[in-house]
């Protein structure tokens, strides 16, 4: 990037970093500015430097993975190129600013903007609205349905795009778009410390938002859809990513309070504070259950795990892995109740005070979770002339549209096709997805069609260990498992007859971004080739 002559050079700063033999190619260094660290990066031959945290988490880049032009990070598998800094792969929205490097008599330096060592990302530019607009107009180019990361990047993506009509965002939320993930792993969260961007930001960017609103009907044939208020939007381009819902339970007892779905921060926060010292039961073992289990040991007197499977996670981890979480969790004083289903929630005074299972166990409560898994939130598109799939799920093509002219869809709530399983339509509900089918769709909209190249990657946080997934491992027919089960600092191998489709990991860093790198590249990994028990290959820092 060529900085222009006038600069102001104390917004500057420029330092020698290192020997220009210090790294060798493929290798990456963290260095010290002064004012601040930047990743210094050596590819045939060249230097390269930008910033050193990954602007999702903060993760440092240095210990993640350097391949062919771009750094993945360790901890979730965002991936950014090494020479523009631009997100290249998902989770997170921003990208990082890059840094001049040169070689003066075989020193390394490096000179940057003082800003930009010190904020660690930056925002790709985005054009503005330029039709004169009504705020009160029955009308947008573009409506999007749903306040999710598939909703977010794909209004983002629009504007970095150079789209200068309308943007409408709605959403069932009261909040702006925020981290919906960190709600089961931190329920004190408020909405202000989750959010994803600030309204000044949507606003700067003229991408509106209308909070609490939900659509309960739309037409195809006049472009146009209804919300439950009344209002009527029409639309030139819709996209839909209107999440999930909570799958229903048949239980007795429904009006009985302090019983959840967790769903916004406020939930999280009620969460919280009624299993203070009280005794908290959650019903199901997904990720968000076994998440606010785990959250809740250190504040609930008890906590009681409720599950329809003989393990936690079986079918998205196997039994192996499944049975050492869950050792985890008995060893901080969770107690499993499993293969075993709610019959009752008993009140007192209207508040919650026992749970009542099929096999006849009673358990004391005070607050309940329920995390029994979730359908698609489709049920305002019965009518409409939108394809749904048995299941509820738009089935959309791989530019994100339905069957529907003008119409995109992306997120939980579609199945689509999906190159390394044969174009197989399926759903993959991650918060990484949702962000890659967001840039797919408003890509299409544009009419360009974009290449569909990420891995699907998941994580999940508990007792402060986290678990890696990459790949799609459904229907795996082996499990292939490197390391110590009991120590929990393993490395599982998802197998489909010969070949590797998904990995997972605890403490192995960065095992599942190695491997996420691998499959991206269009690479298969055999079978074969982890079972050895050597899998140096994959670890090795120089396995580029």
């Not at 629009?158 to 309308?166: M, S």
């Not at 302090?258 to 999280?268: G, I």
């Not at 050792?327 to 508040?351: A, C, D, P």
């Not at 110590?484 to 489909?496: G, H, N, P, S």
């Amino acid at each position: 990037m060529l900085l222009p002559l006038n600069h102001n050079s104390r917004e500057y700063v420029e330092a020698s970093v290192c020997h220009v033999k210090d790294l060798e190619n493929g290798q990456m260094r963290e260095v010290d500015l002064g004012c601040g660290r930047a990743l210094l990066i050596k590819q045939h031959g060249e230097f390269s430097a930008m910033a050193h945290k990954c602007p999702h988490y903060g993760a440092p880049l240095v210990k993640g993975v350097l391949s062919k032009g771009h750094v993945r990070c360790p901890w979730h598998g965002a991936c950014f190129s090494t020479a523009t800094g631009d997100i290249e792969d998902f989770p997170g929205l921003d990208s990082l600013p890059t840094f001049q490097v040169r070689v003066e008599k075989d020193k390394v330096i490096i000179r940057a903007n003082k800003q930009a060592l010190q904020s660690q990302k930056r925002s790709k530019p985005m054009s503005r609205c330029s039709a004169v607009i009504n705020s009160n107009t029955g009308f947008s180019h573009v409506l999007i349905v749903g306040s999710g990361p598939a909703s977010l990047v794909c209004a983002e993506t629009l504007r970095q795009e150079g789209f200068t009509d309308r943007i409408v965002m709605c959403t069932m939320d009261r909040h702006p778009p925020y981290d919906r993930p960190k709600l089961s792993k931190s329920l004190e969260s408020t909405a202000e410390q989750l959010r994803l961007r600030s309204m000044d930001f949507l606003q700067d960017h003229d991408i509106e938002l209308l909070t609490e609103k939900e659509v309960v009907a739309m037409d195809v044939k006049t472009r146009s859809v209804t919300f439950e208020d009344g209002l009527r939007m029409e639309y030139r381009k819709l996209f839909i990513a209107s999440g999930s819902k909570p799958k229903p339970m048949s239980y007795k007892g429904k009006d009985v309070r302090n019983v959840f779905h967790l769903r916004t921060p406020e939930d999280a926060n009620s969460i919280a504070r009624l299993a203070n010292n009280k005794n908290a039961v959650i019903v199901g073992t997904s990720f968000v259950g076994m998440e606010v289990a785990a959250a809740l040991t250190d504040k609930a007197h008890s906590v009681s795990v409720i599950g329809i499977e003989p393990v936690p996670f079986k079918k998205a981890l196997g039994e192996k892995v499944g049975k050492a979480i869950m050792k985890l969790f008995e060893t901080n004083r969770v107690k499993f109740y499993m293969l075993n289903e709610v019959s009752e929630m008993i009140g007192q005074h209207g508040q919650l005070k026992e749970v009542v299972l099929k096999s006849g166990k009673v358990l004391r409560a005070d607050v309940c979770v329920i995390g029994a898994g979730s359908v698609p939130a489709t049920g305002f598109l019965k009518q409409s002339g939108i394809h749904l799939d048995s299941k509820g799920f738009i089935t959309v093509n791989k530019m994100m549209q339905t069957n529907v002219d003008g119409v995109f869809a992306g997120g939980d709530v579609v199945t689509f096709p999906f190159p390394p399983r044969n174009n197989k339509k399926v759903n993959i509900p991650h918060w990484q997805m949702a962000h890659v089918h967001g840039r797919v769709a408003a890509l299409g909209m544009m009419g360009r069609v974009s290449e569909f190249k990420t891995v699907p990657y998941f994580w999940s946080a508990m007792f402060g260990k986290t678990i890696r997934y990459a790949g799609y491992g459904d229907g795996f027919d082996d499990v292939i498992i490197q390391g110590d089960l009991d120590e929990l600092r393993f490395v599982a191998f998802y197998t489909r007859s010969e070949e590797v489709v998904a990995v997972a990991s605890m403490n192995y860093d960065p095992i599942v971004s190695r491997v996420a790198e691998v499959l991206g590249s269009g690479k298969t990994i055999k079978k074969r080739d982890v079972e050895t028990g050597d899998i140096s290959w994959l670890i090795d820092k120089g396995s580029h």
